[in-house]
């Protein structure tokens, strides 16, 4: 009996390279950062757009059931599946589901059984902000709790948690944010921006210095107080007549000198550092500048390699999406009696793999004709 007591206190927990204190403890999510990357979102149009051009660049899917008998019944809840309130079919929630993995790094939603837990109700997108994960009793064991006013609650179904998490450090469990690293260009960008909009308002409202000066006669000093200030009158009667699109003109006695204010500073150039900074940015997002309306120069071929370089981005952003696909199509079909696998099959990117893909088949085809020829 001691060698078999001495046998279970040296065995190993299943994950040998995590050490206890590790795995054991909470993993706080950095919710401090959550609201700073939505400002950076909010704040900056580009990065709006491009996180938007991704979700709709990772196209539609569809998804096959080995048995061919209950796929009608896959498409047809795949496509009309309750989202939350308002949405409907599974491509709407991948959709919300992949954006707030783009922001935040990770995304959390719930495949929503009835109280029986028999049937699929719906799907829902759940805030990340609202929900925690952290290791249980064993590194690979995963468990959600709600963050509340009083407290936290451990969800009593993690099996029905979709959980992702985008670029997971090693040995982590929340992932990073897409938008890591931009809000100090977004900051420095919205400087540039608020001193542009200051710099036109003083500069583009143009303003006048109205400056009269008396010569030395002992005349015109005495009243050179009241012809200011009838010049002052007269100056503000003519800039209010030509607001309402009356043209009046402006005549005075004397040395009256006129000039516009800050017309001698000139204007800094704000396009180098501008595109300085939204280069970084869509470097860190990985979006080709030509599909956002930025006409900076480029060659065709540099525009094809870009577009190769989305695609594997793309492609990577649908290796992470494919689990939890399979995870709502296989629980629907399992309600339903059927237990088989299912596969998903995504679209392809976009119409110009297919016409390489067709160039490419062309080329084979008539390599092989002219092959046999010979022979």
């Known amino acids: 009996m ?3 007591a001495k ?25 401090y950062c959550y ?5 950076v979102r909010r704040t900056v149009p580009l990065v709006d757009a491009a996180i938007s051009k991704l979700i709709r660049l990772i196209g539609s899917f569809r998804v096959e059931c080995a048995e061919k008998g209950f796929q009608n019944s896959l498409d047809c809840f795949l496509q009309t599946v309750p989202v939350g309130l308002t949405g409907q079919s599974v491509y709407h929630f991948m959709d919300s589901y992949l954006d707030s993995l783009l922001v935040y790094g990770n995304a959390v939603g719930e ?24 290791a249980g009793s064993d590194p690979m064991q995963r468990e959600f709790v709600l963050r509340t006013p009083n407290g936290e609650m451990v969800l009593p179904h993690p099996e029905r948690i979709l959980f992702s998490a985008l670029k997971v450090p090693d040995g982590g469990v929340y992932g990073v944010s897409l938008l890591q690293g931009l809000p100090v260009f977004a900051d420095i960008l919205m400087r540039i921006y608020s001193c542009v909009g200051q710099n036109f308002e003083r500069a583009g409202n143009i303003r006048y210095a109205v400056t009269y000066r008396p010569s030395n006669d002992s005349g015109e000093m005495a009243f050179a107080a ?28 004397g040395d009256v000198d006129i000039k516009v204010i800050g017309a001698e500073g000139e204007m800094p150039s704000t396009e180098i550092p501008v595109r300085q900074l939204l ?6 997002l990985s979006v080709p500048p030509f ?64 016409v390489e893909l067709a160039k490419a088949r062309l080329y084979l085809a008539q390599a092989d004709k002219l092959e046999q020829e010979l022979v």
């Open 111 to 134: 495949i929503v059984l009835d109280q029986q837990g028999k049937h699929v109700l719906g799907l829902w997108n759940g805030k990340i902000t609202d929900v925690g994960v952290r």
């Open 279 to 284: 280069e970084q940015m869509l470097s860190k």
């Open 7 to 31: 046998h279970r206190k040296s065995e190993l927990p299943a994950v040998q390279t995590a050490a206890r204190d590790s795995f054991a403890q909470e993993y706080p999510a950095p919710l």
């Open 291 to 354: 599909l956002l309306g930025l006409s900076w120069s480029s060659t065709e071929r540099m525009s094809a390699q870009q577009s190769d370089i989305l695609t594997s981005e793309l492609e990577y952003y649908r290796r992470v999406l494919e689990p939890v696909i399979r995870r709502i199509a296989q629980m629907y079909l399992q309600k339903i009696g059927c237990f088989s696998d299912v596969k998903v099959v995504w679209d392809h990117v976009n119409l110009q793999d297919e």
């Open 2 to 4: 001691k060698w078999f």
């Open 35 to 39: 609201d700073l990357f939505e400002r």
């Open 226 to 253: 009241d012809r200011a200030k009838v010049i002052a009158q007269e100056w503000a009667e003519g800039m209010r007549a030509a607001k309402n699109g009356e043209i009046r003109d402006f005549v005075s006695v």
